[in-house]
């Protein structure tokens, strides 16, 4: 056994946490030493819930007057204020992300780290127990065997040996050893209730962790879900996806505060058990073991001295005189009692079985086995057990830090939705230049009360004369319409229709009432200037080819 492992040093996040104010519900201080059964330092703990509690009272109040100033305090909806509010909302959305994927990896680690901890507090306690169980089942054996074995075996040599009084005298010193051997073995500690301390412990310690890392592993996948809806929601600007997401995220942000105080309570509790074991442990085991025992198993120094090395070495001088008396036998009695050789053959297997039982016992009962285990234990929970805890504080702290920052984006971005639907329901569905008014236009091609704001009339290819305005009835054929729109982009757009043979007001008029269309109106021009020229050339192209093949 290497000498790093002799002693149990806490680490220093034990003392930090050992060192928080242990206040119990009447405001008043308690005893900082573990103490799990005693009200006061149960309620300090719960204290330490209640904090967070408090801390969750404050969040919510600070959302609510939030929300409240929002909702009171509206804003001018210009262009100019809407393109800030839009950069903040996907800044804080951007943020409430990044904090809920390094908070999620966080708690990952965290509960892997929690896991690993219990996991070794179980796997030595488990060992311990087998260790004391095998202890209890070689001194139950070798007493079973002693008492039940021996004495059957001595009764009958006796029988056979009654006229020989020298031989009669050895049995007798045999079972006066025996007996030794019996009293030696009764003096030893009775490990059947401490075992089953440990087997229950353990049972529920595994229980509780199990239920433990799946609920976190719950909490976790949850969380992250919520963000990415949200971010969903944020980018297909559903209200009612983003509404559904900020109460599943004000009962995450909950959940991450009720988590943070459990989490904060326990490891406090662990930090305390954490920086002085020994003092809990002899004081549990009090009246069951002796404190020699379990202080010699605690430590396991050089110094001190093995409290079962004199009833052992009792047993085994006795074991060693009763073989050598039976060898004896063997020897000088066989010859002249034939029959006893049997019992004596049988007595002196039980001798040996003894003493085999005898070595597996030392080396049970040596300090450093059970020593080994008792310091994987307290790694186990205080070294990977309570940093687990301590990064799943920072986990829970960074959740509401990040639900905070959504449940405070959300409201914004969906009254910047509402606005935007209502500036869009406000523009006139008669206006040409309105998205909606094309999409319906392109969705119901039989309407034929169509007005264009650039189509004028002309005869014989003349564009001096306009007409007066007349009632805006498209004469244009439907076929012409869709070929113009092929022609010119794909889609049909009112711009493209034919000008010629359209009964529509004059450009002047329509460009005072949309002054915007002047760009419309001069791209329609270029692109039939273009057409002109383009078919013009093909003619002239044309007609050179004609002469060239006459």
């Keep these: 056994m290497s000498l790093a492992r002799v002693d149990y040093i806490p680490p220093w996040w034990t003392y930090w946490l050992h060192n928080f104010p242990h206040i119990n519900l009447r405001f008043q201080p308690v005893d900082k030493s573990f103490q799990p059964e005693d009200d006061n330092y149960q309620q300090s703990l719960i204290f330490l819930g209640c904090v967070a509690a408090a801390g969750l009272g404050l969040n919510l109040l600070c959302l ?21 509010n839009s950069c903040c909302v996907t800044w804080s959305a951007v943020a409430a992300g990044l904090i809920t994927c390094v908070a999620v990896g966080v708690g990952f680690y965290g509960n892997s780290e929690t896991n690993d901890g219990v996991y070794q507090l179980t796997y030595s306690v488990y060992n311990a127990n087998h260790s004391l169980g095998g202890v209890d089942s070689l001194v139950t054996g070798t007493m079973g065997s002693m008492k ?30 025996a007996d030794n051997v019996i009293k030696q073995l009764l003096g030893l500690p009775d490990w059947e209730n401490a075992k089953l301390d440990l087997a229950s412990i353990a049972d529920q310690t595994a229980n509780i962790e199990y239920y433990r ?28 996806l983003l509404t559904t997401m900020m109460v599943f995220g004000v009962l995450a942000l909950i959940l991450s505060w009720t988590s943070l105080g459990a989490d904060l309570a326990t490891a406090v509790g662990t930090s305390d058990f954490c920086v002085s074991p020994d003092k809990f442990i002899m004081s549990q085991t ?16 050089q110094t001190l001295s093995n409290p079962f090395q004199q009833p052992l070495t009792i047993f ?38 003894s003493e085999a039982s005898l070595h597996q016992l030392t080396a049970l009962l040596d300090c450093r086995g059970l020593n080994k285990d008792y310091l994987d234990a307290m790694v186990g929970v205080c070294y990977d057990g309570v940093e687990g805890l301590l ?3 920072l986990f829970s702290i960074l959740a509401a830090c990040a639900f905070t920052v959504m449940l405070c984006a959300i409201p914004r971005a969906w009254r910047q939705i509402a606005c935007r639907e209502r500036d869009y329901d406000d523009i006139d569905e008669e206006d040409p230049f309105n998205p909606r008014a094309r999409r319906m236009g392109s969705q119901n091609p039989n309407h034929t009360n169509l007005h264009s704001f650039c189509s004028y009339s002309s005869s014989m290819g003349s564009q001096n004369s306009l007409h007066p305005p007349a009632p805006a009835v498209s004469t244009a054929p439907m076929s012409e319409y869709m070929n113009q729109a092929a022609l010119f982009g794909g889609n049909p757009r009112y711009e493209n229709v034919p000008l010629i043979g359209r009964g ?47």
């Design 64 to 84: 609510a007057v939030y929300l409240s100033c929002l909702c009171c305090c509206r804003k001018d909806e210009e262009e100019e204020t809407k393109k800030p």
């Design 148 to 177: 039940s074995g021996l004495h059957l075996h001595l009764a009958r040599l006796d029988e056979i040996f009654a006229t020989r009084g020298d031989y009669v005298q050895t049995l007798q010193f045999m079972q006066q050893m």
């Design 213 to 240: 890392w799946l609920t976190y592993l719950l909490l976790l996948i949850v969380d992250l879900i919520i963000c990415l809806l949200a971010c969903l929601g944020l980018a297909k600007q559903s209200r009612w």
């Design 286 to 301: 009090k009246g069951i073991i002796s404190a020699d025992i379990v202080h010699y198993y605690l430590y396991c120094n």
């Design 316 to 353: 085994q001088r006795s074991l060693t005189t009763m073989q050598i008396q039976i060898q004896g036998l063997l020897q000088i009695a066989v010859p002249l009692f034939p029959t006893a050789e049997r019992d004596l053959l049988g007595i002196q297997r039980l001798l040996n079985s």
């Design 391 to 393: 990064y799943l504080c």
């Design 504 to 550: 529509s007001p004059p450009p002047s008029v329509v460009l005072q009432h949309h002054p915007h269309a002047v760009h419309a109106v001069f791209f329609h021009f270029q692109k039939q200037h273009l057409k002109k020229q383009v078919l013009s050339h093909y003619e002239g192209d044309l007609s050179v080819h004609d002469r060239t093949t006459e």
